[in-house]
């Protein structure tokens, strides 16, 4: 499968979706609609390293559309239409107005209220997720942002099951961790 994760700044590719990103088998590409300079930039070439992801850098937002087409991935993923971060909540929107393929949307400042899916992976890819958030050394500097989805992650995989099959249903985790998703299409 063909992939492309849509992320506002360098680091949402990673906390919201470097577990699945790692996880999954095919062709897989990050695209930074906004990166800062050569250090941000830096950090995301070397996050995407880790997660086995292309990395992509638009010089303008008006672009996004042209990449997507060439891309022309199976799923995009992009930041989930309510969260507190203004600029993602802008991601969000302009995703979701350009590309009427299938589409995803992910957690960073706030969780999903009713997810519909998620993606779940064990402690290899943890690892791996947490040292992708690591390389964006300047992001992690006053927030441990890797231990943070760690635990997050963690509470995701203990509730999910409850959430997608319903209170009572016995449904049981399917691995230690995992991210959820909104389904929009
Ligand atoms: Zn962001």
Same mark, same amino acid.
């Given at each position: 499968m063909r992939f492309a994760v849509v992320a506002p700044h360098p680091d949402d590719e990673a906390i919201a979706c470097g577990g699945s990103i790692a996880s999954w088998e095919g062709e897989k590409c990050c695209i930074f609609v906004? /990166?800062?300079?050569p250090q941000r930039k830096k950090e995301a070439i070397a996050s995407c390293k880790i997660l086995g992801a292309e990395p992509v850098f638009l010089d +303008?937002? +008006?672009e996004l559309k042209t990449v997507l087409k060439n891309i022309s991935p199976e799923l995009v993923l992009s930041p989930y239409?309510? &969260? &507190?971060?203004h600029y993602h909540r802008h991601v969000s929107k302009l995703v979701r107005r350009i590309w009427k393929g299938a589409l995803w949307e992910y957690e960073t /400042?706030?969780?999903?209220?009713?997810?519909d899916t998620a993606v779940w992976f064990d402690e290899e890819m943890m690892r791996k997720k947490m040292k992708a958030i690591a390389a964006h050394k300047s992001q992690c500097k006053y927030r441990d942002w890797p231990k943070a989805m760690k635990g997050y992650n963690f509470w995701r995989a203990t509730v999910m099951p409850s959430l997608l099959e319903?209170?009572? +249903?016995?449904a049981r985790q399917k691995a230690k961790y995992c991210e959820a998703f909104k389904v929009v299409r």
């Open positions: 906004k /990166w800062y300079g +303008s937002e +008006s239409l309510k &969260d &507190d971060h /400042w706030v969780p999903i209220g009713k997810p319903g209170h009572g +249903s016995g």
